[in-house]
């Protein structure tokens, strides 16, 4: 551990980096002597901040920590809260635990399984190809995010829910408003918010009138059916809460991976020598990533210990999963990127009633992207030094601006 870096309690959390891919310098310091921190949020409000493996998943398995973040005393992520996803308006009308979420996974679950998701496989291959001849096509140096990380999850979750991706710029723009710390403003969230709702109103209804072969249209049918299905409101809100979730964090990562495995060329000409090691390479990308964003919140309303670590009642506590991942006390050599690590139980899906349900979309889109890349541009590398990358600003979920790419003319 390295002695000389200070803790200057309350931290500013998010944690700043020297380079858009390396962790920041506190962690490890954080985990040894202070795994329970006092951190300034860009709100002003304090929290505190979990970085240690075991007490990230303790906290999001406990239900006692919950998610309710506009209780009286819970602190503000951020000073413009108005509509997005700190306040209640996205989610709200979607139960947060107990039967009433449980009943919500249990409609989604069914469209989320490997099984189905396994089926998808082959026609995002076939987009990711299209995509990857397209920019081929434009000639190089070429921005893999733009060309590719973006456009490709938002054409998987707009063909999952039967809405066009040629609205992807409104999607992006709405996303980013929804997910904003301090990139926007909150009478620019709060109208952000009411156009993405109007929207996707807009969307159910014409899917009740004439339902197709997407999730809104079996979530609506399966209500009817039921009885006990979703509300006009839980519909909306699980409409938006997919969109936003199936490409903004996807894209991002889709973009995080590749720029990690190129950062090292010996990681992709692993890969080029054994494509058998895609499955475990996507898992590692995932648990070795140092931006996977503001982490996960949760408000206690009573007095707990957090590993030996007391925590009073009224105090906002964020998981920072990314540091979880990178604890030694989980994970030998946590610090390095071994492509071959089995088993690798990371948190970067969270853990508990709250994982995320679309990770096996997830994996899939990354194994499908990665396979795809090795076979069509074996030879691609960075176009700049791998501290040259930038990292987005200003958002709940964190990425790289653009991953600058070139390749060799075949």
């Given at each position: 551990?390295?002695d000389?870096?200070?803790?200057?309690?309350?931290?500013?959390?998010?944690l700043?980096?020297?380079?858009a891919?390396?962790?920041?310098?506190?962690?490890?310091?954080?985990?040894?002597?202070?795994?329970?921190?006092?951190?300034?949020l860009?709100?002003g409000?304090?929290?505190?901040?979990?970085?240690?493996?075991h007490d990230?998943?303790?906290?999001?398995?406990?239900?006692?920590?919950?998610?309710?973040?506009?209780?009286?005393?819970?602190?503000?992520?951020?000073?413009?809260?108005?509509?997005?996803?700190?306040?209640g308006?996205?989610?709200?009308?979607?139960?947060q635990?107990?039967?009433?979420?449980?009943?919500?996974?249990?409609?989604?679950?069914?469209?989320?399984?490997?099984?189905?998701?396994?089926?998808?496989r082959?026609?995002?291959?076939?987009?990711?190809?299209?995509?990857?001849?397209?920019?081929?096509?434009?000639?190089?140096?070429a921005?893999?995010?733009?060309s590719?990380?973006f456009?490709?999850?938002v054409?998987?979750i707009?063909?999952m829910?039967g809405?066009?991706?040629?609205?992807?710029?409104?999607?992006?723009?709405?996303?980013?408003?929804?997910?904003?710390l301090t990139?926007?403003?909150g009478?620019?969230?709060?109208e952000?918010?009411?156009?993405?709702?109007?929207?996707?109103?807009?969307?159910v209804?014409?899917?009740?009138?004439?339902?197709?072969?997407?999730?809104?249209?079996e979530?609506?049918?399966?209500?009817?059916?039921e009885?006990?299905?979703l509300?006009?409101?839980?519909?909306?809100a699980?409409?938006r809460?997919?969109?936003v979730?199936?490409?903004?964090?996807?894209?991002?990562?889709i973009?995080?991976?590749?720029?990690?495995?190129?950062?090292?060329?010996r990681r992709?000409?692993?890969?080029?020598?054994?494509?058998?090691?895609v499955r475990?390479?996507?898992?590692?990308?995932?648990?070795?990533?140092?931006?996977?964003?503001?982490g996960?919140?949760?408000?206690?309303?009573?007095?707990?210990?957090?590993?030996?670590?007391?925590?009073?009642?009224?105090?906002?506590v964020?998981c920072?999963?990314?540091?979880?991942?990178?604890?030694?006390a989980?994970?030998?050599?946590?610090?390095e990127?071994d492509?071959?690590?089995?088993?690798?139980?990371h948190?970067?899906?969270?853990?508990?009633?709250h994982?995320c349900?679309?990770?096996?979309?997830?994996?899939?889109e990354?194994?499908?992207?990665l396979?795809?890349?090795?076979?069509?541009?074996?030879?691609?590398e960075?176009a700049v030094?791998a501290?040259?990358?930038?990292r987005?600003?200003?958002?709940?979920v964190?990425?790289l601006?653009?991953?600058?790419v070139t390749?060799?003319?075949?």
């Amino acid at each position: 551990m390295d002695d000389n870096v200070s803790l200057d309690f309350p931290l500013d959390h998010p944690l700043p980096r020297v380079t858009a891919l390396e962790p920041p310098r506190e962690w490890e310091a954080l985990r040894e002597r202070c795994p329970v921190a006092r951190v300034r949020l860009p709100s002003g409000d304090e929290a505190s901040l979990v970085t240690r493996y075991h007490d990230a998943r303790q906290v999001l398995s406990d239900p006692r920590f919950g998610r309710t973040l506009s209780a009286p005393g819970a602190a503000r992520l951020s000073a413009t809260e108005s509509g997005g996803a700190f306040s209640g308006e996205m989610s709200g009308p979607i139960p947060q635990s107990g039967p009433g979420h449980e009943r919500w996974r249990r409609l989604l679950n069914r469209w989320f399984t490997a099984r189905r998701m396994a089926a998808l496989r082959p026609g995002i291959e076939e987009m990711a190809s299209r995509l990857i001849d397209e920019m081929i096509g434009r000639g190089q140096p070429a921005d893999l995010k733009e060309s590719l990380a973006f456009p490709l999850p938002v054409w998987v979750i707009c063909d999952m829910l039967g809405v066009p991706d040629s609205d992807r710029e409104k999607f992006a723009h709405w996303s980013d408003a929804m997910l904003s710390l301090t990139r926007y403003t909150g009478a620019e969230m709060k109208e952000a918010g009411a156009e993405f709702a109007a929207y996707m109103a807009r969307h159910v209804d014409a899917k009740r009138a004439e339902p197709a072969d997407d999730l809104l249209s079996e979530l609506i049918v399966a209500s009817n059916a039921e009885g006990q299905g979703l509300s006009e409101a839980e519909l909306v809100a699980t409409g938006r809460a997919l969109l936003v979730a199936g490409h903004e964090t996807t894209a991002n990562m889709i973009g995080k991976m590749v720029a990690m495995l190129l950062a090292d060329r010996r990681r992709w000409e692993r890969l080029l020598a054994d494509r058998s090691l895609v499955r475990t390479a996507v898992e590692e990308a995932l648990r070795f990533d140092a931006n996977l964003g503001f982490g996960m919140v949760r408000y206690i309303d009573d007095d707990i210990e957090v590993g030996d670590t007391p925590v009073r009642r009224g105090t906002t506590v964020v998981c920072d999963l990314a540091a979880a991942n990178r604890d030694e006390a989980a994970f030998d050599g946590a610090g390095e990127m071994d492509l071959a690590r089995s088993p690798n139980p990371h948190l970067s899906f969270g853990a508990g009633p709250h994982s995320c349900l679309g990770q096996a979309l997830a994996r899939t889109e990354l194994q499908a992207v990665l396979d795809v890349l090795l076979r069509l541009l074996p030879s691609l590398e960075l176009a700049v030094p791998a501290t040259e990358l930038r990292r987005v600003e200003g958002l709940l979920v964190t990425g790289l601006r653009e991953v600058p790419v070139t390749w060799k003319e075949s």
